[in-house]
């Protein structure tokens, strides 16, 4: 177990550098970068401006994001002050190469050094450790919320395969799947946020303004009360696959000659199938938690933390994308990165807690 691990870790390395140099030299070749963005806001103009001005000229093409032209390569800049121009290339590094300021980054970043945002004067730890509790909120409650509910379910159709009950229970998980989460979510609130109907939840917040004022059992209910709707409005995509994943599992297990040797020895259908099929059944169900919760984690929150007036780690990402604030961009990518290779690690070593017959030493990765 402990060589397996090893190697794991070991390989998380090439992994992890691999995915930060290919998205490092994606970020150099798209047009725009910090400089115009700073340019276009000394001069009024906005982000679409500042594409237009940074892409083609008279049939000329701009210089890389993030890489020192001379005169003329921030078609923006006209009319600016040269010297100022290479003066904040040397504020924010973009005098030196680009292979450098990678090696200088990832050198910072062995240490969780991740640098100052370029547009909120603030440290980029600090930003996001503001927006973690937001974004793991949402992710835990609706991973949570999508096993609870698909997992009973799951195993209700395999029992019931082919009946009345399987029928009508595929419709609704297919229906829910096919609607997106945010016009779910615009639906919950014009029915139970006071769009039209009634107000039984908050439309903003993770919290209310007085949060701080309550005891801890009513910080409790004020914030259940704030997470229901936007978990909600999330997690009604996620029932449909682990529904259906859950069910075809224990419909495969179920055929199995160990199931009918169960039977034969006279024990219970619940003793059946909690107690034989279900540890086997859940093998490939378990496997699917570390993606399920880094899918809600880190992607389809954009659209509920805005609907929802949620400061997630969505958000952030969005608008430092729209602001080309690298060092919030790089700094959210490495830790979900590294994160996202830690949890699938956590999912093979959860294999082995639900089957000891696993045995890791026996493998190569």
Same mark, same amino acid.
């Given at each position: 177990?402990?060589?397996?691990?090893?190697?794991?870790?070991?390989?998380?390395?090439?992994?992890?550098?691999?995915?930060?140099?290919?998205?490092?030299?994606?970020?150099?070749? =798209?047009?725009?970068?910090?400089?115009?963005?700073?340019?276009?806001?000394?001069?009024?103009?906005?982000?679409?401006?500042?594409?237009? $001005?940074?892409? =083609?000229?008279?049939?000329?093409?701009?210089? &890389?994001?993030?890489? #020192?032209?001379?005169?003329?390569?921030?078609?923006?800049?006209? %009319?600016?002050?040269?010297?100022?121009?290479?003066?904040?290339?040397?504020?924010?590094?973009?005098?030196?190469?680009? /292979?450098?300021?990678?090696?200088?980054?990832?050198?910072?970043?062995? *240490?969780?050094?991740? %640098?100052?945002?370029?547009?909120?004067?603030?440290?980029?730890?600090?930003?996001?450790?503001?927006?973690?509790?937001?974004?793991?909120?949402?992710? $835990?409650?609706?991973?949570?919320?999508?096993?609870?509910?698909?997992?009973?379910?799951?195993?209700?159709?395999?029992?019931?395969?082919? #009946?009345?009950?399987?029928?009508?229970?595929?419709? @609704?998980?297919?229906?829910?799947? =096919?609607? &997106?989460?945010?016009?779910?979510?615009?639906?919950?609130?014009?029915?139970?946020?006071?769009?039209?109907?009634?107000?039984?939840? &908050?439309?903003?917040?993770?919290?209310?303004?007085?949060? /701080?004022?309550?005891?801890?059992?009513?910080?409790?209910?004020?914030?259940?009360?704030?997470?229901?709707?936007?978990?909600?409005?999330?997690?009604?995509?996620?029932?449909?696959?682990? *529904?259906?994943?859950?069910?075809? #599992?224990?419909?495969?297990?179920?055929?199995?000659?160990? @199931?009918?040797?169960?039977?034969?020895?006279?024990? *219970?259908?619940?003793?059946?199938?909690?107690? /034989?099929?279900?540890?086997?059944?859940?093998?490939?169900?378990?496997?699917?938690?570390?993606?399920?919760?880094?899918?809600?984690?880190?992607?389809?929150?954009?659209?509920?933390?805005?609907?929802?007036?949620?400061? %997630?780690?969505? $958000?952030?990402?969005?608008?430092?994308?729209?602001?080309?604030?690298? &060092?919030?961009?790089? =700094?959210?990518?490495?830790?979900?990165?590294?994160?996202? $290779?830690?949890?699938?690690?956590? #999912?093979?070593?959860?294999?082995?807690?639900?089957?000891?017959?696993?045995?890791?030493?026996?493998?190569?990765?």
């Amino acid at each position: 177990m402990g060589a397996y691990i090893l190697r794991r870790l070991l390989l998380m390395v090439p992994t992890l550098l691999g995915i930060m140099i290919v998205n490092f030299v994606v970020i150099q070749a =798209a047009p725009g970068g910090p400089i115009e963005r700073i340019i276009a806001d000394i001069q009024g103009r906005g982000v679409e401006a500042t594409a237009r $001005l940074t892409g =083609a000229a008279r049939g000329e093409t701009a210089a &890389p994001a993030g890489q #020192s032209g001379g005169e003329g390569v921030y078609r923006g800049a006209r %009319g600016l002050d040269p010297e100022f121009i290479r003066e904040l290339e040397r504020l924010y590094g973009f005098d030196r190469p680009a /292979h450098e300021r990678f090696l200088e980054m990832m050198r910072r970043y062995l *240490t969780f050094d991740f %640098g100052e945002s370029y547009f909120r004067d603030r440290s980029v730890l600090e930003l996001i450790g503001e927006r973690l509790p937001v974004s793991v909120s949402l992710g $835990l409650w609706t991973t949570l919320l999508s096993y609870l509910v698909s997992i009973p379910l799951g195993i209700r159709k395999a029992v019931k395969d082919g #009946s009345r009950f399987d029928v009508w229970t595929s419709t @609704v998980v297919i229906v829910g799947n =096919a609607v &997106p989460g945010f016009l779910f979510a615009i639906l919950l609130i014009v029915l139970f946020a006071g769009g039209s109907y009634f107000q039984l939840f &908050p439309l903003r917040g993770l919290v209310s303004e007085n949060w /701080h004022e309550l005891s801890w059992p009513m910080k409790i209910v004020d914030y259940l009360w704030h997470i229901t709707l936007p978990v909600l409005a999330m997690s009604i995509g996620s029932f449909a696959g682990l *529904t259906m994943l859950t069910k075809n #599992s224990f419909l495969e297990e179920i055929g199995k000659q160990y @199931v009918m040797t169960a039977r034969a020895k006279g024990l *219970t259908e619940r003793s059946v199938l909690y107690g /034989h099929v279900f540890r086997n059944a859940m093998l490939i169900v378990i496997a699917g938690f570390p993606g399920a919760f880094i899918g809600a984690f880190f992607t389809g929150s954009v659209l509920i933390e805005v609907i929802f007036s949620l400061d %997630g780690l969505g $958000l952030l990402g969005f608008e430092s994308a729209i602001n080309r604030d690298y &060092p919030v961009m790089f =700094a959210t990518l490495y830790i979900f990165t590294l994160l996202g $290779l830690l949890v699938n690690l956590l #999912s093979d070593l959860t294999y082995m807690l639900v089957d000891p017959r696993i045995d890791f030493e026996a493998r190569r990765v």
